[in-house]
């Protein structure tokens, strides 16, 4: 069974950090690309960073550039995206999610909108305040 959860998030004030992790089960990451999302109260799903790393591919949102980075550790099927320099407008729950086929052409181009994944974790909240 295909499983993705998210942990990591939590209250932080503005101008701190946050780790999230995204630990996969019932399937390796190696060859798949994957995202993540976030998405705040009454506005919808934005992707915010996603990973192909078989081809050392990572796209990010224009609003993180610089202060997020995303990493996979294969040994441990987990993706990680660490956040820097947060601002109260990073605030939202966050997800992780993968395609149907790690064969696809997702994020090998361009930072993928949701409708190109099928996988998706619970989601972690992050709240950015002071």
């Known amino acids: 069974q295909v499983q993705l959860v998210e942990s990591g998030g939590g209250l932080v004030q503005p101008g701190g950090s946050l780790r999230l992790s995204c630990t996969a089960s019932?399937?390796?990451?190696?060859?798949?690309?994957i995202g993540w999302f976030r998405q705040a109260p009454g506005k919808e799903r934005e992707g915010v960073s996603c990973i192909k790393s078989s081809a050392g591919i990572t796209h990010y949102a224009d609003s993180v550039k610089g202060r997020f980075t995303i990493s996979k550790d294969n040994a441990k099927n987990t993706v990680y995206l660490q956040m820097n320099d947060l601002k109260p407008e990073d605030t939202g729950v966050y997800f992780c999610?993968?395609?149907?086929?790690?064969?696809?052409?997702?994020?090998?181009?361009?930072?993928?909108?949701?409708?190109?994944?099928?996988?998706w974790g619970q989601g972690t909240q992050v709240t950015v305040s002071s």
């Open positions: 019932g399937f390796t990451l190696d060859r798949y690309a």
């Open positions: 999610t993968v395609p149907l086929s790690s064969y696809d052409a997702t994020c090998l181009s361009r930072l993928p909108p949701s409708s190109d994944y099928y996988y």
